[in-house]
């Protein structure tokens, strides 16, 4: 199972969103998260969804950021508006899945993508 994901460089109070797909043999998807970890700093909670659509966010990115997931093609989003200098990362998506009905739950990563926020 392989996630890739899309990042860029934007400047401060742009938009930018990040897209994250999961490949390979995949049985059921369930929660997919963003995570974040700027220099000199420990990786951190972005935001997260589940199945069902519930959505939860780090009070820093709080009415800025809105993550969403489209099921189907196994792929979540995360739209970043009014970002922030202190928004440049590299951002990680993750995502709980299931590779066949006979196997648990596991968690996979993303290789990671930069996001610079920068004039």
């Known amino acids: 199972v392989q996630l890739q994901a899309w990042g860029g460089l934007v400047q401060p109070g742009g938009s930018l969103r990040l897209s994250c797909a999961a490949s390979g043999y995949i049985f059921r998807v369930n929660v997919m998260r963003w995570h974040r970890q700027a220099p000199g700093k420990q990786r951190e909670l972005v935001a997260a969804i589940t199945t069902d659509g519930y959505t939860n966010y780090a009070d820093s990115v709080k009415g800025r950021f809105t993550i969403s997931r489209d099921s189907a093609r196994d792929t979540v989003y995360l739209q970043m508006n009014s970002l922030r200098p202190e928004d440049t990362a590299v951002y990680y998506c993750?995502?709980?899945?299931?590779?066949?009905?006979?196997?648990?739950?596991?968690?996979?990563w993303g290789q990671g993508t930069q996001v610079t926020v920068s004039s």
């Open positions: 993750n995502a709980n899945l299931r590779t066949s009905p006979y196997r648990l739950n596991d968690d996979y």
